[in-house]
C-alpha cells in the first residue's frame, strides 16, 4: 500500500443493535421501553405533557453543560466543556439571549450512560435549564433521549455519530454518518483500497456504524478482513493488532473511543505498522487526543471529521484565537468542541428567531437557522434536527495538528436514515 493514500489530496451509524444491551450497563433496563422513541421523526408530536420549571422571570436564563469530566472519555469531552463555557462567555459579553444573560450549570457525566441519564433528569427538573449541550458516547445519548422527550426538553448533541435516528428532542450538530463516514469510504475506494479491517469499542456508534461499513463494502468491491471490539477504557490491544497486521488489510478503519486508542496507536506502531503499510482512518481523533497518543505514534495517519483547527476561514481563526486567549496557547480545537461552540449559536438564533424559551417555541424556529460556524455555514434541517455539514478528511502531521487532504466542497444534507443510498435499505 503506497503512502500516496496519506499525502495527495482527492480528486474529487438503524436503531441500536441487539448488543446494545451488553454494552451499556443493566441498570439502563428501567429505560428500555423509551428508547424505542429513537427512530422517531424529529416532527413528530412528543406524547409528554410534561410541564416546563425554567424560570423566564429574571436577568438571567439557565443551560446545562454535561460532559465527562472523569473515567475513560475525559480525555475527550473536558475540552468539549471548556467550549460551551467560550460559546456562553462570549454570548453574555454580546448582550446574552433575549436581554438575559446565560447562567450556565455544568454536570459530570462521569463516562457511564447512567449517570448521563440522572444529570440529564437533574439539570431538567432540578435546575430547570432551558437547554442541555453535552454527551459524547451514543450510549451516553441513548440514555438521555428518553429522559429529553419524556421531559420535552432540549439537548444539543455535539459529537458524530452513526445516524438512523432523529428526535424532536435532540439537535444533533456533529455529523451523521453520510457527512462523515461514508465520505470517508468514498476516499478510501478512490484511493484503491480493496480491503478493511475494522477495529472499534464495544457499544453503540462502533456496532452500529461497521454494520453500516460493511453494507457500503459489499455494493463497493471491498472486503472485510476482520471485526474486532474491545470494552471501553481497554488498554491491551497486542491480540488485535497482531490479528490486523496478519490480516494483510489495505486499511483500518477504527471506531474506538476515548483512552483506548492511545493503547492501540502505541501498539500499532509497536509491531512495525506504518500509514504507508496499512494506513488508518479514524473517526474519533481529534487534535486534542493527538497529544493524548503522543504525535510519534500516530503521525501520518487519517481521521475523518468536518472540522480541523486547520480550517482557514474568518470565523475560525477568530474561534481559535478565542479559545487559546481563554484556555492556554498549547490548547488545540478540535471538530466536537468546535461542534458544541456552534451548538450554543445555533441555540441562541432558534431562540431569538422564536422571541422565546419555550421548547415548542424553539422547536419550531430552528428549521433553516444557519450560523457562519468556524467549519463553515451551518443550517439547521427542520425535518431531523441535524445540519449541514462539510466532510473532511485530514492527515495527522508532526506538529500535532490536522490538514485537510480532501473536502466535500461544499456543506452536505444531513441523512442520518441514509434513504439516498440503495445499499443502505435495510438498515434503519
Same mark, same amino acid.
Given at each position: 500500500?503506497?503512502?500516496?493514500?496519506?499525502?495527495?489530496?482527492?480528486?474529487? *451509524?438503524?436503531?441500536?443493535?441487539?448488543?446494545?444491551?451488553?454494552?451499556?450497563? +443493566?441498570?439502563?433496563?428501567?429505560?428500555?421501553?423509551?428508547?424505542?422513541?429513537?427512530?422517531?421523526?424529529?416532527?413528530?408530536?412528543?406524547?409528554?405533557?410534561?410541564?416546563?420549571?425554567?424560570?423566564?422571570?429574571?436577568?438571567?436564563i439557565k443551560v446545562g453543560s454535561l460532559n465527562s469530566l472523569s473515567g475513560t472519555m475525559a480525555i475527550s469531552e473536558v475540552t468539549v466543556r471548556d467550549s460551551i463555557k467560550l460559546a456562553v462567555e #462570549?454570548?453574555?459579553?454580546?448582550?446574552?439571549?433575549?436581554?438575559? #444573560?446565560?447562567?450556565?450549570?455544568?454536570e459530570d457525566g462521569a463516562s457511564e450512560p447512567t449517570v448521563f441519564a440522572e444529570k440529564a433528569e437533574k439539570l431538567i427538573s432540578g435546575d430547570c435549564v432551558a437547554a442541555v449541550f453535552g454527551g459524547?458516547?451514543?450510549?451516553? *445519548?441513548?440514555?438521555?433521549?428518553?429522559?429529553?422527550?419524556?421531559?420535552?426538553?432540549?439537548?444539543?448533541?455535539?459529537?458524530?455519530?452513526?445516524?438512523?435516528?432523529?428526535?424532536?428532542?435532540?439537535? %444533533?450538530?456533529?455529523a451523521t454518518t453520510n457527512q462523515q463516514i461514508v465520505p470517508a469510504l468514498d476516499y478510501l475506494k478512490e484511493k484503491g483500497i480493496t480491503s478493511l479491517y475494522l477495529v472499534g469499542s464495544d457499544y453503540?456508534?462502533?456496532?452500529?456504524?461497521?454494520?453500516?461499513?460493511?453494507?457500503?463494502?459489499?455494493?463497493?468491491?471491498?472486503?472485510?478482513?476482520?471485526?474486532?471490539?474491545?470494552?471501553?477504557?481497554?488498554? @491491551?490491544?497486542?491480540?488485535?493488532?497482531?490479528?490486523?497486521? +496478519?490480516?494483510?488489510?489495505?486499511?483500518?478503519?477504527?471506531?474506538?473511543?476515548?483512552?483506548?486508542?492511545?493503547?492501540?496507536?502505541?501498539?500499532?506502531?509497536?509491531?512495525?505498522?506504518?500509514?504507508?503499510?496499512?494506513?488508518?482512518?479514524?473517526?474519533?481523533?481529534?487534535?486534542?487526543?493527538?497529544?493524548?497518543?503522543?504525535?510519534?505514534?500516530?503521525?501520518?495517519?487519517?481521521?475523518?471529521?468536518? %472540522?480541523? #483547527?486547520?480550517?482557514?476561514?474568518?470565523?475560525?481563526?477568530?474561534?481559535?484565537?478565542? %479559545?487559546?486567549?481563554?484556555?492556554?496557547?498549547?490548547?488545540?480545537?478540535? @471538530?466536537?468542541?468546535?461542534?458544541?461552540?456552534?451548538?450554543?449559536?445555533?441555540?441562541?438564533?432558534?431562540?431569538?428567531?422564536?422571541?422565546?424559551?419555550?421548547?415548542?417555541?424553539?422547536?419550531?424556529?430552528?428549521?433553516?437557522?444557519?450560523?457562519?460556524?468556524?467549519?463553515?455555514?451551518?443550517?439547521?434541517?427542520?425535518?431531523?434536527?441535524?445540519?449541514?455539514?462539510?466532510?473532511?478528511?485530514?492527515?495527522? *502531521? @508532526?506538529?500535532?495538528?490536522?490538514?485537510?487532504?480532501?473536502?466535500?466542497? #461544499?456543506?452536505?444534507?444531513?441523512?442520518? %436514515?441514509?434513504?439516498?443510498?440503495?445499499?443502505?435499505?435495510?438498515?434503519?
Amino acid at each position: 500500500m503506497s503512502s500516496d493514500l496519506t499525502t495527495r489530496p482527492a480528486s474529487s *451509524r438503524r436503531r441500536n443493535s441487539r448488543r446494545l444491551a451488553l454494552a451499556l450497563p +443493566a441498570a439502563l433496563s428501567v429505560v428500555a421501553v423509551a428508547l424505542s422513541a429513537c427512530g422517531a421523526s424529529a416532527d413528530e408530536e412528543s406524547s409528554s405533557s410534561a410541564a416546563s420549571c425554567v424560570d423566564t422571570s429574571g436577568a438571567k436564563i439557565k443551560v446545562g453543560s454535561l460532559n465527562s469530566l472523569s473515567g475513560t472519555m475525559a480525555i475527550s469531552e473536558v475540552t468539549v466543556r471548556d467550549s460551551i463555557k467560550l460559546a456562553v462567555e #462570549q454570548i453574555n459579553a454580546s448582550g446574552g439571549v433575549l436581554g438575559k #444573560q446565560i447562567d450556565l450549570v455544568g454536570e459530570d457525566g462521569a463516562s457511564e450512560p447512567t449517570v448521563f441519564a440522572e444529570k440529564a433528569e437533574k439539570l431538567i427538573s432540578g435546575d430547570c435549564v432551558a437547554a442541555v449541550f453535552g454527551g459524547w458516547t451514543s450510549s451516553s *445519548r441513548k440514555a438521555m433521549l428518553p429522559v429529553f422527550e419524556d421531559k420535552n426538553a432540549l439537548l444539543y448533541y455535539p459529537v458524530q455519530y452513526e445516524g438512523l435516528e432523529s428526535s424532536k428532542n435532540i439537535f %444533533y450538530t456533529g455529523a451523521t454518518t453520510n457527512q462523515q463516514i461514508v465520505p470517508a469510504l468514498d476516499y478510501l475506494k478512490e484511493k484503491g483500497i480493496t480491503s478493511l479491517y475494522l477495529v472499534g469499542s464495544d457499544y453503540v456508534f462502533p456496532q452500529t456504524a461497521n454494520r453500516i461499513i460493511k453494507a457500503y463494502a459489499g455494493a463497493n468491491g471491498i472486503e472485510i478482513k476482520g471485526e474486532d471490539y474491545t470494552p471501553l477504557g481497554s488498554t @491491551d490491544f497486542s491480540t488485535i493488532v497482531n490479528k490486523v497486521r +496478519a490480516s494483510n488489510a489495505g486499511a483500518v478503519f477504527n471506531t474506538l473511543n476515548g483512552d483506548s486508542n492511545v493503547a492501540f496507536f502505541r501498539e500499532y506502531k509497536n509491531v512495525g505498522l506504518t500509514p504507508a503499510t496499512m494506513p488508518v482512518v479514524s473517526v474519533s481523533i481529534a487534535e486534542e487526543e493527538v497529544g493524548g497518543i503522543g504525535v510519534q505514534n500516530i503521525e501520518g495517519q487519517l481521521t475523518a471529521w468536518n %472540522y480541523y #483547527q486547520t480550517v482557514d476561514t474568518p470565523a475560525n481563526k477568530a474561534f481559535v484565537e478565542a %479559545y487559546k486567549a481563554r484556555y492556554g496557547a498549547d490548547k488545540p480545537t478540535s @471538530d466536537p468542541m468546535e461542534a458544541a461552540y456552534t451548538s450554543v449559536f445555533l441555540w441562541k438564533k432558534s431562540v431569538e428567531k422564536a422571541n422565546s424559551f419555550a421548547v415548542p417555541d424553539v422547536q419550531k424556529a430552528s428549521g433553516g437557522v444557519s450560523f457562519d460556524a468556524p467549519e463553515g455555514t451551518v443550517t439547521i434541517n427542520a425535518e431531523n434536527n441535524h445540519i449541514t455539514k462539510t466532510a473532511r478528511i485530514g492527515e495527522i *502531521r @508532526d506538529d500535532g495538528l490536522i490538514y485537510t487532504v480532501w473536502d466535500s466542497g #461544499q456543506p452536505i444534507e444531513p441523512d442520518p %436514515y441514509l434513504k439516498g443510498y440503495d445499499w443502505a435499505e435495510g438498515l434503519g
